[in-house]
């Protein structure tokens, strides 16, 4: 199944919008955008290769923002997407989410999930206490 080539150019163009608005730090607007580009999709949403980016994209807005719960819910949203399970930067997200309620355990076993589908390559640039929860794992 394909979306028809204007719903997906519009899906397209409201997420690139979504990503300039994060990237300058606007993630209410970028918020907004991705809802609209998810609200484009045909139900069920989550048959759709695009829900998989898109949800990811609500979780990050939301990361950082620090409404964890929402983080959690669209990254849970992502994962039942098409290729979401298969996808480390999913499994890396949720584990960030974990670490920051302090839940080292399960934060440790997403974190892990991720470097299973993508080494180390998936820690570069991020906190070095996320990649140290794995090292004695790792041994």
Known sequence: MELADDIYDRIVA??????TFAENGEYNAALDQYQQALDL????????????WLYTAIGDAHFNLEDLHAAMDAYQQALKAPDGIGNPYIWFCIGQVYYAWKQLDRAKEHFMRAYMLDGEDIFDGQPPEYFELLRNELK
């Open 14 to 19: 409201l997420s690139v919008e979504g990503d």
């Open 41 to 52: 999709l045909p139900n069920p949403k989550l048959d759709w290769s695009a829900a998989t």
